[in-house]
């Protein structure tokens, strides 16, 4: 099935862009979690956002959540990992399964964190941001983990089946388990220490920390989101952030994006009016293909 609109991301500008587009009657799925932003969550009071004030993140979670219901619109719990513009359409990749769309809104959030040095000079060259893709190169070799959240140790677990030498770097917190998590196979060795750098010729080979190096043939860094350059290749960005313009358009054509991934200030209810411009101008992108299709036809 090819999806109108495709939407990276279940926060505010993600699902704001969801019911915008199926009002208008657009086929639409969005890809997210089921906590739909562990952000918003996490916010202990909310007051700038209109109608909705002295309300916990998770409150008003809940209200995204009984408006999106309401409207029979379901989270696609899949990561996307790669999203590849092929001409009058888009291939939206999740491990080995491909998604298509003929638009895209990108509501992915921010990603804090600074990358490690060497991660995007060596992306594609060792450096990878999904296991379950690439795991077949690595059969019989030496690779790292570098993870940022809980579900990075299933992919540690995965790999572990094929490499013949897994390290696991948690960069998150763990309280009271320095091998990260029982549900670590325990042939699996646990470095908790922050890579400073990883290393390489033409390809990877090794992860230096602050007093020593690992050999290893692959790095995977599983975060939350990927940068926006490694996952729409080819897309113009600003720093971390989605170059668009004044109708969330990206430099891709029938792509757009929306909230904070698109730039400052980090808001909610600036969230929210974004994804409401993306789905707009999605939905005109797609009338205005239906036109031109049906002048072709009568041509």
């Known amino acids: ?55 916990s993140g998770d409150e008003l979670k809940n209200k995204f959540k009984e408006h999106i219901d309401s409207m029979g619109i379901d989270i696609c719990q899949k990561k996307i990992n790669n999203v590849y ?71 540690a677990n995965f790999l572990n089946e094929i490499a013949s030498k897994t390290y696991f770097i948690p960069m998150y917190k763990n309280e009271g388990l320095m091998r990260s998590s029982n549900d670590l196979d325990s042939s699996i060795e646990v470095i908790n220490d922050r890579p400073v750098q990883i290393h390489g010729d033409n390809l990877v080979n090794k992860v230096a920390f602050k007093e020593k190096e690992i050999d290893v043939d692959g790095v995977f860094v599983i975060k939350d989101s990927a940068s926006p350059k490694s996952l729409v290749p080819g897309i113009e960005t600003d720093g971390p952030h989605i170059k668009v313009d004044i109708n969330m358009k990206t430099s891709i054509e029938g792509c757009f994006a929306a909230g904070d991934c698109v730039g400052k200030p980090y808001s909610y209810i600036k969230s929210a009016g974004q994804g409401q411009i993306a789905a707009l101008n999605a939905v005109a992108y797609l009338d205005k293909l239906k036109i031109e299709q049906r002048k072709q036809q009568q041509q």
């Open 1 to 55: 099935m090819r999806y109108d609109i495709a939407i990276v991301g279940s926060g505010p500008a993600g699902l704001s862009a969801a019911i915008n587009g199926k009002i208008r009657n657009k086929s639409v799925i969005v890809f997210g979690n089921e906590n739909l932003s562990n952000k918003l969550i996490k916010a202990p009071s909310i007051d700038n956002y209109l109608g909705f004030f002295e309300i």
């Open 85 to 155: 513009a092929m001409g009058d359409y888009f291939a939206l990749m999740s491990g080995d399964e491909m998604y298509e769309a003929t638009t895209v809104i990108l509501a992915t959030g921010v990603e804090y964190g600074k990358p490690i040095k060497g991660e995007e000079e060596f992306l594609g060259r060792g450096v990878g941001y999904c296991a379950t893709c690439d795991a077949p190169l690595y059969k019989d070799k030496k690779v790292a983990i570098i993870g940022y959240n809980k579900e990075s140790e299933e992919e």
